[in-house]
């Protein structure tokens, strides 16, 4: 679960990273995938695991275009202003948008892809795990190795990485940074996408459900530190394992305080987070 939470908070510390806004429909978005990704499931029956090839794109494209046509206009009726604050009420008020609508067309019930490894276990030496949580963990390492050299060694990825530093001079460079925002939303879409397909086959899909992990994603990503990968999948791991650790020994509510604790506790020993920098990318 931590390292699913990391991958949820990639598309979120990228998205803040290179358009400095944030973007409070990230979880209305993981619940769209979710939704997209069970009903995918239930009228195909192939893995969830297999739709991602379709959900990612499909979701991709969501971002790209929402970005294009409802929040480029904000930012350009804001383009010289850093951390555009307008922005921040229409990702709001999309979240909100997209819960309704989806309460609308998929109802209100609750439920899963029971797939045959859903109540599988597997034996890893003298520890026993649930299959699909592993199976979870796998893909979210894999496409964090993937997102990170995706960032690191091609050419759009160095051109996020620079409209991120610094967009007009970027801009003077040569970059389209109206094109760049848009695969920027997209990319922190779509990862979402590959979130959902990890978590159908044992984690219940609901139109509020993207909530639930709407703040620990915010955690995270102040956690590990902002623009940082590998910060965002070793926070996750942190929220993760307190949670899981501390649920055997106190009440939910005093995990989810502990949670907050550990979070306060060290950001008041490194502001940045554990991998942040003080400089941006």
Known sequence: MGCIYGLIALGLTL????????????????????????????????????????????????????????????????????????????TAAF?????????M??????????????????????VTVSAARFYGLLIALVVAAIFYM??????TG????ATGQDRNAASLMGIDITKTYAIAFGIGTALLAVAAVALIPFYYVHPSVGSVFMTKAFIVVVLGGLGSVPGAILGGVIIGLIESIAAQYMTATLTAMLVYAVFLLVLFIKPTGIFGSPYEW
């Open 105 to 126: 067309v998929f109802g209100a019930d609750y439920v899963m892809a029971k797939t045959s490894f859903s109540t599988q276990t597997l034996a890893l030496g003298s």
């Open 15 to 90: 998205i803040f990273g290179i358009m400095k806004i944030i973007n409070f429909a990230q979880g209305a978005l993981l619940m769209l995938s979710m939704m997209v990704s069970y009903w995918l499931w239930a009228a195909t029956g192939l893995s969830p695991y297999i739709l991602v090839i379709i959900v990612a794109p499909v979701m991709f494209l969501i971002g790209y275009v929402s970005e294009r046509f409802l929040i480029k206009p904000v930012l350009d009726a804001q383009k010289d202003v850093r951390e555009p604050v307008s922005v921040l009420l229409l």
């Open 158 to 161: 160095r051109n996020l990485r």
């Open 150 to 155: 995706f960032l690191k060694y091609t050419q």
């Open 95 to 103: 979240a909100i948008v997209l819960e309704n609508l989806c309460l």
